[in-house]
């Protein structure tokens, strides 16, 4: 098959499902791995897709990539920031975790901890920590969003309200160039603003994909964190950001 024709098949397949590894994409057209990394890497090139570790997805600034899909885009990445972030987190704190991927990953590595009291809106998370006896886990009351197990809505935020914590462990869609972080649905942007002002500290968990990641809904600013996490250098736009305003940046 010709290189320009498997590359039009690619760009078919990722915008139907919205995020492929490359396993999928060498079994599907049986050719070498390194030949699948040199059409993505091409494909990137052209602006056409996004490379993540793994395989390759397209962005829509107003539709999140499918769940499942995020939960095997970049995990290496997550599982480093993840461990870094819980390095921070002492027995018998208290926190809250909001909605995402990276967030479910931070979950499971708090399990090393011990008595930590946990306020979240994510099923997902409360699953994972419901696990640890010695863990409280209060879940927020609102609507859930079926598709990925977030809870959302005016009674969620009112519900966060009524707490002060330790941490805000906060998962994002997206981070512009200015700083503004980024999200799809505006509801669970309101209860991420309320987790942000009822936290001491602010934990931001963001691989190095969601720098320049488009999203409609602006949340707030990566200046309101007081820890950044992530993979890799951010534009240095945002790590000048980041020292004007003392966030601490931690690359993994």
């Known amino acids: 098959m010709a290189q320009r024709r498997r590359q039009d098949l ?3 397949l990722i915008q139907q499902k919205g995020f492929v590894t490359t396993e999928q994409l060498v079994d599907q057209f049986k050719v070498t791995p390194q030949t699948i990394r040199r059409d993505l890497n091409e494909l990137a090139k052209e602006q056409k897709l996004r490379r993540h570790h793994g395989g390759a997805g397209i962005d829509s600034s107003t539709v999140n990539t499918a769940y499942q899909a995020r939960k095997i885009m970049d995990l290496e990445a997550k599982e ?3 461990e870094a972030l819980v390095e921070m987190i002492p027995d018998n704190a208290s926190m809250f975790i909001n909605i995402g ?3 479910e990953t ?5 399990l090393v901890r011990n008595n930590l009291q946990i306020v979240t809106n ?3 998370v409360a699953s994972i920590l419901s696990a640890k006896e010695d863990f409280h886990v ?3 009351g609102g609507e859930v969003r079926n598709r990925d197990g977030g809870i959302v809505g005016e009674a969620t935020r009112d519900f966060i ?3 002060k914590m330790d941490f805000g462990i906060i998962g994002i869609s997206g981070i512009h160039d200015d700083g503004s972080l980024l999200d799809f649905d505006y509801r669970e942007v309101r209860v991420a603003q309320v987790i942000i002002a009822n936290s001491d500290q602010v934990l931001l968990a963001a691989d190095h994909t969601k720098f320049g990641r488009n999203a409609m809904v602006r949340l707030g600013n ?3 964190a007081n820890h950044v996490f992530t993979d890799a250098q951010p534009p240095l736009d945002i790590r000048q950001l980041l020292t004007e305003h003392n966030v601490k940046l931690h690359i993994v």
């Open 222 to 224: 990566i200046t309101q």
């Open 122 to 124: 994510n099923l997902h």
């Open 161 to 163: 309200n009524q707490f």
């Open 106 to 110: 931070i979950a499971k590595a708090l």
């Open 10 to 12: 690619i760009m078919e």
């Open 80 to 82: 480093r920031i993840a």
């Open 101 to 103: 991927t990276t967030t």
């Open 138 to 140: 209060i879940i927020a």
